[in-house]
């Protein structure tokens, strides 16, 4: 038997730099190690020959975007995540990837890192594979203890997280003090994200979830956490060129790429207004449980609205249904065509929500309500007769609209 198939990885490395170098010099091609979420972890140094995507990966600390999603659309990831076998990746020019052979690092049913070698001036051989399987055992241990100190330092950054959230650090110098010991440069600027699932986030989709949250580069994501069917992200808006284009466009990005990789389908996501100190952190997040709240009670009219500076006159529903309470009021134009419609059984007040939902506009309604213009002119004439309404008084028309959405807000 060919005496390169005795293990040479069976040896103390104080490194995995020093581990990269020795699996190099073993198969002759230059080679990277990976964490999970494709961050660079070590790389072979003594060998010139590479490629456009392992230069940008070693500049940049991990795998470039472009290259990520290519590797998920080609199937390549997904194989690594499924098998503990090596896998041939072709070459790949329009995102500088040439030939190599990539194999997932595991412990127990985990993927916790990969190993790439890049095929330069040879093709690696079956008896090549049997050394690189035998490479990532190896390598098993020292991402182990990687991870066990990652892991700690996102328990602390999740704990610091709520305490943020719920109001319990109230000193600006605590607040920093916090970050500073995570090792965290807070931002100038930041904005409180949530995505709401339909169920609660499994352990499965958790790990999703992580790996989408730090492979991707569109947004600087300082702190995040689950909360049941919540993932709260604390997202840094200070170089964003249009923060609130910046946050919709990683939303949309998010919400589709859970979608094609894992199948995670109806996540809605929301996002609070910008802020600079983080003694308001609490008051971002209530922001967004202020939007889903709203959403979930309008949402048909709200479908497009995913942040609460957009919500207009739905952020004072609280408000102004105090005052209605404390004044007893009632519309009595509204009151007039619910009765009319229960003793009729007909449908003004869906007729008259719909006309000023489309900005009275005759053929928007028509087409909402599936009726022709003709009927519905003949509607909005008896609702003007029967509830007193003047639809050239704008005045009128808001309140009509207000009332409506404050009935439908409690559920009447």
Not at 266 to 293: C, F, G, H, M
Request: with cysteine; net charge neutral.
């Amino acid at each position: 038997m060919n005496n390169r198939l005795h293990d040479p990885f069976k040896t103390a490395f104080d490194s995995l730099d020093e581990f990269a170098d020795l699996i190099s010099q073993v198969l002759m091609c230059p080679i990277t190690i990976e964490d999970s979420n494709h961050r660079l972890l070590a790389y072979s140094t003594h060998d010139e020959r590479t490629d456009p995507a392992r230069i940008s990966t070693i500049i940049g600390r991990r795998v470039p975007e472009k290259v990520i999603n290519q590797l998920w659309k080609e199937g390549t990831i997904p194989a690594l995540l499924s098998t503990q076998e090596p896998i041939r990746v072709k070459n790949m020019n329009d995102i500088g990837l040439n030939h190599r052979v990539a194999i997932s690092i595991w412990k127990q049913d985990e993927v916790i890192g990969f190993i790439w070698a890049i095929e330069i001036d040879k093709t690696l051989t079956e008896e090549d594979f049997i050394l690189l399987k035998k490479a990532a055992d190896a390598a098993k241990n020292k991402l182990l203890q990687l991870q066990t100190r990652k892991n700690k330092k996102e328990e602390r950054s999740q704990e610091f997280f709520w305490k943020l959230l719920t109001g319990h650090l109230k000193a600006k110098d605590e607040i920093f003090d916090h970050f500073h010991s995570l090792q965290i440069t807070p931002p100038t600027s930041f904005a409180v994200l949530v995505f709401q699932f339909q169920v609660n986030i499994t352990n499965k989709e958790e790990q999703s979830i992580s790996y989408l949250l730090k492979t991707n580069q569109r947004i600087k994501i300082i702190l995040y956490t689950i909360d049941c069917n919540q993932l709260i992200l604390l997202v840094s808006a200070t170089n964003l060129e249009s923060p609130f284009h910046g946050l919709e466009q990683f939303t949309k990005y998010f919400v589709l790429q859970m979608r094609e990789r894992y199948g995670i389908m109806a996540i809605n996501p929301v996002y609070s207004s910008i802020y600079t100190d983080y003694q308001k952190t609490r008051k971002a997040y209530e922001e967004t449980l202020t939007v889903l709240s709203i959403k979930e009670k309008f949402p048909q009219e709200t479908k497009d609205i995913f942040n609460y500076q957009k919500l207009g006159i739905y952020q004072f529903f609280d408000l102004i249904l105090e005052k209605r309470r404390i004044e007893e009021y009632e519309n009595l134009s509204l009151k007039r065509l619910y009765e009319y419609d229960q003793k009729h059984n007909s449908n003004l007040i869906e007729t008259l929500e719909v006309f000023l939902n489309k900005d009275t506009n005759i053929n928007d309604a028509a087409k909402e309500l599936n009726v022709h213009a003709n009927t519905l002119n003949y509607r909005l004439k008896r609702i003007t007769e029967i509830g007193e309404v003047n639809f050239k008084d704008p005045n009128q028309k808001m309140i009509l609209y207000l009332d409506l959405k404050l009935k439908k807000y409690q559920g009447i």
